[in-house]
């Protein structure tokens, strides 16, 4: 079966596969570039962007950018969209994703649509105010939820205060990579399951008049993908799987952690954003689990949550820090995040954007399935 495209307030893509923003560093113009030049939604993440572009960012003496304003660079998003744009050759979509816990929410929001994007996808919180940054841009706006519940607090406020829905939105089940919009032990309940969570926000979708629900979190294969659009799903959005491609923007330790990843290496852990964080046990995150504190200071001002290092300070690590160090390939000092199913890519190796999306469409044999049954 052909797989229909995928609207999104006034664009289409000729793929309904979203890959997920991932922070830091790991979708930025590489990614998202190669994986809209094959018709589908390549997303760059607006987290961190200082750390791709220093040279356009005040640092300290360790390479950390400073405050938000360098964290979150406007001048180092606008170039990463501009180059993905560039990569893209006009094919597909780029969409940026932004943490709503970001320091400067606002500010990015508005950085995003000045420098171009088609999109934005916006988790980790409910994006309330998200219209407010954006208006009169020809921008369509997706919120990650992970409940209908969620969905309805967004749609009810928005119509009220902006008079608009949301383009579409994104459920994302608890065996994403990165954090969880469930509490820990949530996630591994059977009713906070993706495909228990999904009927009912198809159902809110369609009493605010059919708004295209895209699913995320464990889907994996051509299979899991028609499942969910067989069920009413307007497309999926997928990360892990796209951290195993050459154009993926991570440096190579990265991926060969994910590669080398074994089921129980992948597990959650309390992050200063507030949520769990799904990520694969590394030295760092073997000293953090014997009780080691890693906190260095507060140079980023990253996330508001974290309320200037208080939270990071309690859980023992900095957020944007042990992104950033994973992203300059510290294989000692960084976190390196993935989905629950990141262990299946050793199956595949690294392949290409190209090759993964064939894959996905069903044109092309997919090694890592043969064991797994729908979004398990
Ligand atoms: C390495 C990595 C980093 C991620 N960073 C972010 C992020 O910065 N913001 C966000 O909303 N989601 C983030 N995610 C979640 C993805 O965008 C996506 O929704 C999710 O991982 C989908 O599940 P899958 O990885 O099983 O396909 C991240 C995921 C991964 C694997």
Request: aromatic share 8%.
């Amino acid at each position: 079966m052909n797989l229909p495209p995928l609207k999104l307030g006034k664009k289409t893509a000729e793929i309904p596969i979203i890959q997920g923003g991932m922070g830091v560093g790991i979708s930025w113009e590489k990614l998202a570039g190669a994986v809209a030049k094959e018709g589908a939604v390549g997303v760059v993440s607006a987290v961190g962007t200082g750390y791709r572009h220093p040279n356009l960012v005040k640092r300290d003496k360790f390479g950390r950018p400073i405050g938000s304003v360098y964290t979150h660079s406007k001048e180092a998003l606008t170039k990463i969209i501009q180059d993905a744009k560039r990569i893209s050759q006009g094919r597909g979509l780029i969409g940026v994703n932004i943490l709503c816990a970001i320091t400067d929410y606002g500010r990015v929001a508005r950085d995003a649509v000045e420098a171009g994007t088609d999109l934005i996808i916006s988790g980790a919180g409910l994006p309330m105010r998200l219209p407010e940054y954006v208006e009169g841009a020809d921008v369509a706006l997706i919120p990650i939820v992970s409940s209908a519940r969620a969905m309805n607090l967004i749609c009810r406020t928005w119509e009220k205060r902006y008079k608009r829905l949301p383009d579409a939105v994104v459920l994302e089940g608890p065996k994403s990579g990165g954090h969880q919009g469930f509490k820990y032990e949530e996630c591994f309940m059977e009713e906070y399951q993706l495909e228990n969570l999904f009927p009912s926000v198809l159902e809110e979708a369609k009493r605010w008049g059919g708004i295209p629900v895209i699913v995320a979190g464990g889907v994996w294969s051509y299979k899991d993908i028609l499942f969910y659009i067989k069920q009413g799903a307007a497309g999926v959005q997928m990360a892990t799987r796209f951290i195993a491609t050459h154009e993926c923007d991570a440096p190579l330790i990265y991926k060969e952690v994910v590669l080398n990843a074994e089921e129980e290496d992948i597990i959650l852990l309390k992050s200063p954003v507030g949520y769990p964080l799904r990520v694969i046990r590394t030295p760092f995150v073997e000293r953090l689990m014997a009780g080691y504190n890693g906190w260095n200071g507060c140079v980023s001002h990253c996330i508001t949550p974290c309320n200037k290092g208080e939270e990071a300070k309690k859980v023992g690590f900095c957020i944007a820090d042990r992104l950033g160090a994973a992203w300059l390939g510290n294989y000692e000092e960084g976190i390196f995040i993935s989905g629950a199913n990141g262990h299946l890519l050793k199956k595949q190796g690294i392949i290409s954007v190209k090759e993964l999306l064939e894959m996905l469409t069903g044109k092309r044999p997919d090694p890592t399935v043969e064991s797994l049954t729908v979004s398990a």
